[in-house]
């Protein structure tokens, strides 16, 4: 499997300096380093690299992204560090990327540094998606929709996300937040069960 990997090289290279690998978070690619860590890094002196996990970006393993598990992923990097062998290299893994990195790193991994940033814990999510459903179900709710669809679903000035603001309190509420979502323009309500037995929701209709 050949994994996407964009490298942006520097015009002036720092002495001495360790090459820089960044490794993306759930539901992006190596582009989301592209417009500003990446040139910002290359302007610094620092040759950088960024990985698309397998699934992601323009690897290839889309049609399986479901089947992939933490253990394929920390193949792809550890495949990756094998291909830039030479300078000593500075891995820097975000969200799901960084539990990847630390993984990477139980397994034997080396390098010159790490960076982990908002990294999934080395014990998972499970408790923490426990809280944030308890807690801030509207943003659990829309963490979760983001691992259906992508971003722009979000959009808090599209007609959907005024629907599915009001989807939460649907669910967790009583006739008045029946009303308050009839009144966001839900004209029909669906609520499933998803992939992976995270609870789903959706508007269906049209938006008055």
Request: with cysteine; proline share 6%.
């Amino acid at each position: 499997m050949e994994l996407e990997l964009i490298s942006r090289r520097p015009a002036r290279p720092r002495p001495d300096s360790p090459r820089l690998l960044l490794v993306h978070g759930i539901c992006v690619g190596a582009w989301v380093w592209e417009e500003h860590f990446m040139p910002w890094f290359a302007d610094a002196g620092f040759e950088v690299h960024a990985l698309s996990l397998r699934g992601h970006g323009a690897s290839p393993g889309r049609d399986r992204l479901n089947d992939w598990r933490l253990a394929d992923y920390t193949d792809d990097l550890r495949r990756t560090v094998a291909q830039l062998d030479g300078a000593p290299l500075v891995v820097i893994g975000h969200s799901l990327g960084g539990a990847v990195v630390q993984d990477w790193i139980r397994g034997g991994g080396h390098a010159a540094g790490v960076a982990l940033l908002a990294s999934v814990p080395p014990w998972g999510l499970a408790y923490s998606a426990w809280q944030m459903m308890l807690s801030s179900p509207d943003l659990f709710h829309q963490l979760t929709r983001l691992s259906f669809t992508d971003a722009r679903v979000l959009d808090p000035i599209s007609p959907s996300t005024v629907a599915s603001n009001a989807l939460t309190t649907f669910i967790l509420g009583g006739k008045t937040q029946v009303q308050r979502a009839l009144d966001a323009g839900a004209t029909f309500v669906t609520v499933w069960i998803g992939a992976n037995n995270v609870l789903q929701a959706a508007y269906t209709g049209i938006l008055t």
